[in-house]
């Protein structure tokens, strides 16, 4: 009796100092024990981390401790250590044993849920799904390698209404809904707008347009290079110099499309030719003379969009091989960073034009020899590049 009384007094005075000490020293502890019982010192370090905690009836021996300002919660994960435990939580419990116990304990815990599984009544319940593709959900949940079902458990798609039926018991539905939940979520969208002009070489700048190198990725003969600029009066600057004859605008298409999902535009033409087949018999068959502007975006973190860019023109040039077209092709894929609102232009894709011009006197230009001193010829030769506006938004 007199033991216990001993131990009582003893557990309250360190207590005491060690809960005094912690406040003064914001969170460390200072403590210093010699060759008091394993249980008692748990105890008192599991009061001061505010822990509720049983510890194993077989856990016996003394410990001695001398710990000097460290924070509780690793004086106590010391303890566990030095002693050769270990500690599982239980709801709000921590369970403090030998490793052979919680073996045990996870052993039966393991066949209680294998009963569980086996012994329960199974659930259906029906899920409704609004923005994602049932089928797509299904498979995440279950495929043929893994799954998220009991072993009991079932799970069908109703393709007409986008509809789970899943059969299974109460706690692993519970779990499936939660997941259902994260993943049927709407998939933000992104609206691109274009614009497809064809501009004068030396009038580019007129546009406030000022190309300068950097990483891009692309197949065309002359590298299309990637700036950032002001789209705010670029319609207004556009139809400018389209009515000086200066620029051409040839599209200007919308897409709307989903996050991480391509979008893409195409005009131009198909050439018909003929082609013969192994049998012998011929048919007519066509080949795409296109400009093409594909984009996927990605919607990134600060209101910024990755945006992967792919134009194509292909043009016709009028050499044909066995009968086939030839199609003369330039291309430029690219990606780049840029922020919802702001536009990105792309160039690279040059076209040269000659033009010649002919004034002639009447009869005296027809003179042999001396005719052409009465006369003028012009030859013109413009270069024009092929511009690409692009603003992605996140709507």
Request: proline share 4%; with cysteine.
């Amino acid at each position: 009796m007199l033991n216990h009384l001993k131990y009582i007094i003893f557990f309250l005075t360190v207590s005491f100092f060690v809960l005094a000490r912690a406040a003064i020293n914001d969170q460390l502890i200072s403590l210093d024990l010699q060759n008091v019982p394993i249980q008692d010192a748990l105890h008192i370090l599991a009061r001061f981390n505010h822990m509720n905690i049983v510890i194993s009836p077989a856990i016996q021996g003394t410990t001695s401790v001398h710990l000097h300002k460290i924070p509780a919660k690793e004086a106590f994960n010391s303890l566990i250590i030095s002693e050769h435990l270990t500690q599982w939580q239980i709801n709000h419990v921590w369970f403090v044993g030998s490793w052979d116990e919680r073996m045990q304990y996870q052993s039966q815990q393991a066949k209680m849920d294998d009963l569980t599984q086996t012994t329960s009544p199974l659930i259906t319940r029906i899920f409704k799904i609004h923005y994602a593709k049932a089928k797509d959900i299904a498979s995440l949940i279950k495929d043929h390698t893994n799954s998220l079902l009991s072993s009991r458990g079932r799970i069908r798609v109703d393709l007409r209404t986008n509809t789970l039926c899943i059969r299974d018991i109460k706690d692993r539905l519970q779990e499936l809904a939660w997941l259902i939940q994260q993943l049927d979520v709407p998939v933000p969208q992104v609206l691109i707008e274009a614009h497809l002009a064809s501009v004068d070489y030396n009038y580019e700048k007129n546009l406030g347009i000022a190309f300068s190198s950097g990483t891009h990725e692309t197949t065309a003969t002359n590298n299309g290079v990637i700036t950032l600029i002001n789209g705010v009066r670029l319609n207004v600057q556009l139809s400018a110099l389209e009515s000086e004859g200066h620029a051409e605008l040839i599209s200007s298409p919308s897409l709307l499309t989903a996050n991480q999902q391509t979008a893409s535009i195409e005009s131009g033409e198909e050439i018909p030719y003929q082609e013969i087949s192994k049998s012998g018999a011929t048919g007519v068959s066509f080949k795409k003379a296109v400009l093409s502007l594909k984009a996927t975006p990605e919607i990134m973190p600060n209101h910024q969009i990755l945006l992967e860019l792919q134009v194509n023109q292909d043009k016709p040039n009028g050499h044909m091989v066995l009968g086939v077209p030839s199609i003369s092709t330039q291309q430029i894929i690219t990606q780049i960073l840029v922020k919802s609102g702001q536009t990105i232009v792309l160039g690279g894709i040059y076209e040269t034009n000659k033009a010649q011009d002919s004034q002639n006197i009447p009869l005296l230009s027809k003179i042999p020899l001396v005719g052409w001193l009465f006369g003028q010829h012009n030859v013109t030769k413009g270069k024009r590049e092929l511009l690409i506006f692009v603003t992605p938004k996140v709507i």
